[in-house]
Nanobody, 129 residues
Framework: QVQLVESGGGLVQAGGSLRLSCAVP????????MAWFRHVPGKEREFVAG????????YYADSVKDRLTISRDTSKMTVYLEMTGLKPEDTAVYYC??????????????????????WGQGTQVTVSS
């Protein structure tokens, strides 16, 4: 079982910044494609950003492109989501997801949450106007 531990959520004013972290204790993050999703009650879960096993491949939702950056620190076994220029519509619970996708090449990091086997507990991000 792969454990994902998220942190870094909180309350921030519009235009502010936050950095979310997703730690994968005891695992090499290079072995997994990882992604961030967000969920607002009453709406479908939404893909935000993904980073493939080959970290040169990153993917973003159009709604967050140019404001959010996904990255990883192999030595800390952690993936980050840097969020800048936050808007009230970014308010959601943010979830980290991971999977090794052994049947796919190292550029693969799908936008569908159904393809990821491992999930964190979520961290709340609230952006006030």
């Amino acid at each position: 079982q792969v454990q994902l531990v998220e942190s870094g959520g909180g309350l921030v004013q519009a235009g502010g910044s936050l950095r979310l972290s997703c730690a994968v204790p005891g695992r090499a993050v290079i072995s997994y494609a990882m992604a961030w999703f967000r969920h607002v009650p009453g709406k479908e879960r939404e893909f935000v950003a993904g980073i493939a096993r080959n970290p040169t491949y990153t993917y973003y939702a159009d709604s967050v492109k140019d404001r959010l950056t996904i990255s990883r620190d192999t030595s800390k076994m952690t993936v980050y989501l840097e969020m800048t220029g936050l808007k009230p519509e970014d308010t959601a619970v943010y979830y980290c997801a991971a999977d090794s996708f052994p049947m796919y090449d190292s550029s693969y990091a799908p936008r569908s949450g159904a393809e990821y086997h491992y999930w964190g507990q979520g961290t709340q991000v609230t952006v006030s106007s």
